[in-house]
Every structure is written in C-alpha cells, then in structure tokens.
C-alpha cells in the first residue's frame, strides 16, 4: 500500500475529485493546508498599504491505495490538476505499513 499526497491549487479540486472518481478512486481525505514553494507567496495591497502574503491557500489531498492503483492515481491527479503555470502543486508518494479499520477490524488491502 502506498499514501499519495497531493498538494493542488484550491479551485482544482472539484476536477481532480471528479477525475479520481471517474477512474474508480473514492476514499480521500482533503485538507485545507497553507504553503509555498518556488512560487514564494505574492505582496497585496489593502486599504492601500503593501502588505505580502507569504502563505498561499492550497488543498491537500491524501489517498491510501494499493499499490496497483497508485500510477493511475498519481497520472489523474497530474492531469487534472495542471494548468501550466506556477503553483500547481506537488505529490508525494510514501509507504503504507499498516491500515486497520476501527469499524471492522479489517487490515491492510481490506481495510482500504
């Protein structure tokens, strides 16, 4: 099993939702998280003073898989989350020991 962490840009979500769906992928847990990258945050002006904003909003997808299904996931969310421009976001993908469900009691594969 592997945990696929997707870092996205918010109005990309209902997309990237959509098109996981779509190939079979239902369970996610999405956050709403704070960041930046390369992009390194951006300056406003409010009431008209200057002010920068270094943390910018993002959503933060988390999808344990099994392995076979890991690939498909990772090329959907490139696909719909990309637009081409600074910011898109990140994935991660890391290794899954365990995964029990507390209702059941089911493990591993089972319990995903």
Do not use: C
């Not at 959509?18 to 960041?35: F, R, S």
């Not at 390194?40 to 392995?67: N, S």
């Amino acid at each position: 099993m592997k945990k696929v962490e997707a870092i996205i840009k918010p109005f990309k979500l209902d997309e990237v939702r959509e098109a996981l769906t779509e190939v079979g992928i239902t369970g996610m847990t999405v956050t709403e998280v704070k960041g930046f990258g390369r992009q390194k945050g951006h300056t406003e002006i409010y009431r008209g003073a200057e002010y920068a904003v270094d943390f910018l909003p993002k959503i933060k997808l988390e999808l344990v898989l099994p392995d076979a299904l890991v690939e498909q996931a990772v090329e959907t969310i490139i696909q719909a989350a990309h637009s081409g421009k600074i910011g898109d976001g990140k994935i991660f993908v890391s290794n899954i020991e365990q995964a029990i469900r507390i209702r059941t009691g089911e493990r591993d594969d089972a319990a995903v």
